[in-house]
């Protein structure tokens, strides 16, 4: 698995250069992109966030968009609470920790924090996110001037690289027949989503029909562990 | 009342939708982890489901980015869109479940019809 490790944070790059383009189209200043980066810290919350304010989404909308898109930060951070607790890291410790997860520190924390003593953990997980984060940073930046100098091709291969790489990830990590129901059904719902409940609340219904229908099928199937 | 707030703001209103529409709907769901993951199993029935219903959102979201894209991705037809996808999730299978491997086939795809179509 060493050879893949150098992979999220080339996404990674690759995907913010296009969130910085996409921070100059709505007209917003650099830092305000760089900003989204260190704060936000979720590529597909990103480019929702100013995707949709460029598609002229009600930012109420918007809102509920994004927070939908970062559910599944609840789950990855209860899974790597464990590996973070040590000596002397309360509550306070861990709210900082669990800023940083995001799939690139997530994948790599998983990967190496056991083989550490449990008083390195923390540093080594803060340390470790936030040199990805500040080279994260710097690619927003890069890509708010950088964008509109490319040709349109490579433009939109920078902005494909979210959907893309979400895609694949979701795909390599489907199991069991259930996982395979929440992918599918949430993908094929979307479209219906929209038309059946607005740009609105799609996502809200899409999720929650496609996502229970995948945990029928879980319990369907003997409950086995996804 | 965000318009007031927008008027009032001045030019850091981007700042303020970074931080109200952006960092505040994503940061409740990792605080949310810490200040749950005491009484929850990873494994327990509620996480299994809270994990469904988060991959279907993420697909649906993907779906989003691809229907209705943003900026410079636009510029790409949709058939084009939904076919770079489908190429990338073959070139997952072909490349022997490889996530680069499909990653590197889709971004050809995309760019070859962005190539010939924009």
Same mark, same amino acid.
């Given at each position: 698995?060493? /050879?893949?490790?150098?992979?999220?944070?080339?996404?990674?790059? &690759?995907?913010?250069?296009?969130?910085?383009?996409?921070?100059?189209?709505? $007209?917003?200043?650099?830092?305000?992109?760089?900003?989204?980066?260190?704060?936000?810290?979720?590529?597909?919350? /990103?480019? *929702?966030?100013?995707?949709?304010?460029?598609?002229?989404?009600?930012?109420?909308?918007?809102?509920?968009?994004?927070?939908?898109?970062?559910?599944?930060?609840?789950?990855?951070?209860?899974?790597?609470? @464990?590996?973070?607790?040590?000596?002397?890291?309360?509550?306070?410790?861990?709210?900082?920790?669990?800023?940083?997860?995001?799939? +690139?520190?997530? %994948?790599?924390?998983?990967?190496?924090? @056991?083989?550490?003593?449990?008083?390195?953990?923390?540093?080594?997980?803060?340390?470790?996110?936030?040199?990805?984060?500040?080279?994260?940073?710097? &690619?927003? $930046?890069?890509?708010?001037?950088?964008? $509109? &100098?490319?040709?349109?091709? *490579?433009?939109?291969?920078?902005?494909? +690289?979210?959907?893309?790489?979400? %895609? *694949?990830?979701?795909?390599?990590?489907?199991? +069991?027949?259930?996982?395979?129901?929440?992918?599918?059904?949430?993908?094929?719902?979307?479209?219906?989503?929209? /038309?059946?409940?607005? @740009?609105?609340?799609?996502?809200?219904?899409? $999720?929650?029909?496609?996502?229970?229908?995948?945990?029928?099928?879980?319990?369907?199937?003997?409950?086995?562990?996804? | 009342?965000?318009?007031? *707030?927008?008027?009032?703001?001045?030019?850091?209103?981007?700042?303020?939708?970074?931080?109200?529409?952006?960092?505040?709907? %994503?940061?409740?769901?990792?605080?949310?982890?810490?200040? &749950?993951?005491?009484?929850?199993?990873?494994?327990?029935?509620?996480?299994?489901?809270?994990?469904?219903?988060?991959?279907?959102?993420?697909?649906?979201?993907?779906?989003?980015?691809?229907?209705?894209?943003?900026?410079?991705?636009?510029?790409?037809?949709?058939?084009?869109?939904?076919?770079?996808?489908?190429?990338?999730?073959?070139?997952?299978?072909?490349?022997?479940?490889?996530?680069?491997?499909?990653?590197?086939?889709?971004?050809?795809?995309?760019? %070859?019809?962005?190539?010939?179509?924009?």
């Amino acid at each position: 698995m060493r /050879q893949g490790s150098g992979l999220p944070s080339l996404v990674l790059m &690759a995907s913010l250069i296009g969130v910085g383009g996409l921070t100059k189209d709505i $007209g917003y200043p650099m830092l305000a992109g760089v900003l989204s980066t260190v704060l936000v810290w979720a590529g597909p919350a /990103q480019v *929702l966030l100013f995707g949709s304010i460029a598609a002229g989404a009600s930012l109420p909308a918007v809102a509920i968009a994004v927070s939908l898109s970062s559910i599944r930060f609840l789950p990855m951070v209860v899974s790597i609470i @464990p590996l973070l607790r040590g000596p002397g890291v309360g509550t306070g410790k861990l709210l900082i920790g669990a800023h940083f997860v995001a799939v +690139t520190a997530w %994948t790599e924390g998983r990967r190496l924090l @056991p083989g550490l003593s449990e008083a390195e953990r923390f540093p080594f997980f803060v340390g470790f996110a936030s040199t990805v984060m500040f080279a994260a940073s710097i &690619a927003t $930046g890069v890509g708010y001037y950088l964008i $509109g &100098a490319l040709p349109s091709a *490579l433009a939109a291969a920078l902005l494909f +690289t979210t959907p893309m790489f979400f %895609t *694949l990830s979701l795909v390599a990590g489907s199991r +069991t027949a259930a996982d395979w129901t929440a992918l599918v059904l949430g993908f094929a719902f979307a479209p219906l989503a929209t /038309q059946l409940a607005g @740009p609105d609340f799609d996502l809200l219904i899409g $999720g929650l029909v496609g996502g229970t229908l995948a945990f029928a099928v879980h319990k369907l199937r003997g409950g086995q562990h996804a | 009342m965000l318009e007031t *707030l927008e008027q009032a703001s001045g030019g850091l209103w981007p700042y303020l939708v970074v931080i109200l529409i952006g960092f505040l709907p %994503t940061e409740i769901w990792r605080i949310a982890g810490v200040l &749950a993951g005491r009484n929850l199993d990873e494994n327990s029935e509620i996480m299994i489901w809270v994990r469904m219903v988060a991959a279907a959102l993420v697909a649906g979201v993907v779906a989003k980015l691809l229907l209705s894209p943003s900026g410079a991705l636009a510029v790409v037809p949709a058939w084009g869109r939904v076919g770079a996808l489908a190429s990338g999730i073959a070139g997952y299978w072909l490349t022997r479940r490889s996530v680069l491997g499909g990653l590197v086939i889709g971004e050809m795809v995309l760019i %070859t019809v962005g190539l010939v179509y924009s």
